[in-house]
């Protein structure tokens, strides 16, 4: 890269913090830029009771950087875009009785466009994140996304609906690099928060036992039924306080036993009810998807490995387009188990992301 201006997101962790001292030490203008999206209840101030990303001391933490190695620093305040764009939308699916994959919808909703426009009024061309992922480039130089060369880091999942003018400025300074060859980095470098752990947990929501289910009832009104748990024969074998408490695949904290291993095979909203079934039921071979977006210069029909979740390795299948705008059809080489409503199915092509869409419904396996 040739010697410029750049926005750099950092959310005050160890990450956004080592990209932006590379960014500075190859001798660029980097201005770091924080994200304030969400304030935390006093009970979560504790360690280790709310995730990383967009905690005060987090913001506290990318300043601190900024002016150790530096350069300058703005906290830009999208609390109420985040709620809009995010929670919202975070707390009607599991209402609706889906398993919602927020920071795919942060990434593009909130964060990215959010970056874009105050590197534009920066007059900042680049912007760079602590995304593990990478940007390749076609013979005509078409941008393309591609996975992060840690396995156990890569974040191409949250970023498939990036679009090409995106691509064309985003800058990915962990992409080559691994977690553990970072954290070394921060520590030799003493920034600040170089040890700081990290939290599997949703920012928003928090950690803790029944996190989500308290997050979603305080948010959901009158909303939120109990209904009835039935078994794969159609017996009632008992009753649930609300949809929300279940996914699909999910096998403990079902409130019920029925002397043999049993997993959530389906939640059906519309009747408030929760379906439990064993393994074999979980199978699927297909699935129907919608807010499909492909990356440029892909098309349909492909072939692709699809992940249906983030940690899933993915799985060979087809993809073709469906009859509504927007909609697709993933078939699956083999049954693959627990497509989730609501999570998000990414295409690759080895490394390569293709496109993806979030999964609406599921074809059975016979």
Same mark, same amino acid.
């Given at each position: 890269?040739?010697?410029?201006?750049?926005?750099?997101?950092?959310?005050?962790?160890?990450?956004?913090?080592?990209?932006?001292?590379?960014?500075?030490?190859?001798?660029?203008?980097?201005?770091?830029?924080?994200?304030?999206?969400?304030?935390?209840?006093?009970?979560?101030?504790?360690?280790?009771?709310?995730?990383?990303?967009?905690?005060?001391?987090?913001?506290?933490?990318?300043?601190?950087?900024?002016?150790?190695?530096?350069?300058?620093?703005?906290?830009?305040?999208?609390?109420?875009?985040?709620?809009?764009?995010?929670?919202?939308?975070?707390?009607?699916?599991?209402?609706?009785?889906?398993?919602?994959?927020?920071?795919?919808?942060?990434?593009?909703?909130?964060?990215?466009?959010?970056?874009?426009?105050?590197?534009?009024?920066?007059?900042?061309?680049?912007?760079?994140?602590?995304?593990?992922?990478?940007?390749?480039?076609?013979?005509?130089?078409?941008?393309?996304?591609?996975?992060?060369?840690?396995?156990?880091?890569?974040?191409?999942?949250?970023?498939?609906?990036?679009?090409?003018?995106?691509?064309?400025?985003?800058?990915?300074?962990?992409?080559?690099?691994?977690?553990?060859?970072?954290?070394?980095?921060?520590?030799?470098?003493?920034?600040?928060?170089?040890?700081?752990?990290?939290?599997?947990?949703?920012?928003?929501?928090?950690?803790?036992?029944?996190?989500?289910?308290?997050?979603?009832?305080?948010?959901?009104?009158?909303?939120?039924?109990?209904?009835?748990?039935?078994?794969?024969?159609?017996?009632?074998?008992?009753?649930?306080?609300?949809?929300?408490?279940?996914?699909?695949?999910?096998?403990?904290?079902?409130?019920?036993?029925?002397?043999?291993?049993?997993?959530?095979?389906?939640?059906?909203?519309?009747?408030?009810?929760?379906?439990?079934?064993?393994?074999?039921?979980?199978?699927?071979?297909?699935?129907?998807?919608?807010?499909?977006?492909?990356?440029?210069?892909?098309?349909?029909?492909?072939?692709?490995?699809? !992940?249906?979740?983030? !940690?899933?390795?993915?799985?060979?299948?087809?993809?073709?387009?469906?009859?509504?705008?927007?909609?697709?059809?993933?078939?699956?080489?083999?049954?693959?188990?627990?497509?989730?409503?609501?999570?998000?199915?990414?295409?690759?092509?080895?490394?390569?992301?293709?496109?993806?869409?979030?999964? !609406?419904?599921?074809?059975?396996?016979?």
């Amino acid at each position: 890269m040739k010697r410029e201006r750049i926005v750099v997101a950092m959310s005050g962790g160890v990450d956004s913090a080592v990209a932006a001292a590379r960014l500075h030490d190859a001798g660029h203008e980097v201005v770091g830029v924080t994200l304030h999206l969400w304030d935390y209840p006093d009970e979560l101030d504790a360690p280790g009771g709310h995730g990383r990303c967009c905690a005060p001391e987090d913001q506290y933490d990318a300043r601190r950087t900024a002016d150790a190695l530096g350069f300058p620093h703005y906290t830009f305040d999208r609390r109420e875009l985040f709620a809009k764009e995010v929670v919202a939308p975070f707390v009607d699916a599991y209402v609706a009785g889906e398993t919602p994959s927020p920071c795919t919808t942060c990434n593009r909703e909130v964060k990215l466009a959010e970056l874009f426009a105050i590197a534009d009024r920066l007059g900042a061309r680049a912007i760079a994140t602590g995304h593990y992922a990478r940007i390749g480039r076609d013979a005509d130089g078409t941008p393309f996304l591609l996975a992060g060369r840690d396995d156990k880091k890569d974040q191409s999942y949250f970023l498939y609906a990036t679009p090409r003018e995106k691509l064309e400025r985003l800058v990915f300074p962990l992409g080559e690099s691994t977690k553990g060859e970072v954290r070394a980095e921060a520590v030799a470098r003493g920034l600040p928060g170089a040890t700081k752990g990290e939290s599997q947990e949703l920012c928003f929501v928090g950690g803790g036992e029944h996190a989500y289910t308290r997050f979603v009832e305080e948010r959901s009104a009158d909303r939120v039924r109990p209904g009835p748990i039935v078994d794969d024969t159609g017996r009632v074998v008992g009753e649930h306080a609300g949809v929300h408490r279940f996914t699909v695949g999910q096998r403990k904290g079902l409130g019920v036993a029925l002397g043999r291993p049993i997993w959530v095979t389906q939640i059906d909203a519309a009747t408030n009810t929760v379906h439990l079934g064993g393994e074999k039921a979980l199978a699927g071979m297909g699935a129907k998807l919608d807010d499909v977006v492909l990356a440029p210069g892909v098309s349909l029909p492909l072939s692709a490995r699809v !992940r249906i979740r983030y !940690r899933h390795p993915g799985a060979e299948a087809t993809i073709v387009t469906s009859a509504e705008p927007g909609s697709a059809h993933v078939t699956f080489r083999e049954p693959v188990a627990a497509l989730t409503p609501g999570q998000i199915a990414v295409f690759y092509d080895g490394d390569r992301v293709l496109g993806g869409g979030r999964l !609406r419904s599921r074809d059975l396996a016979s």
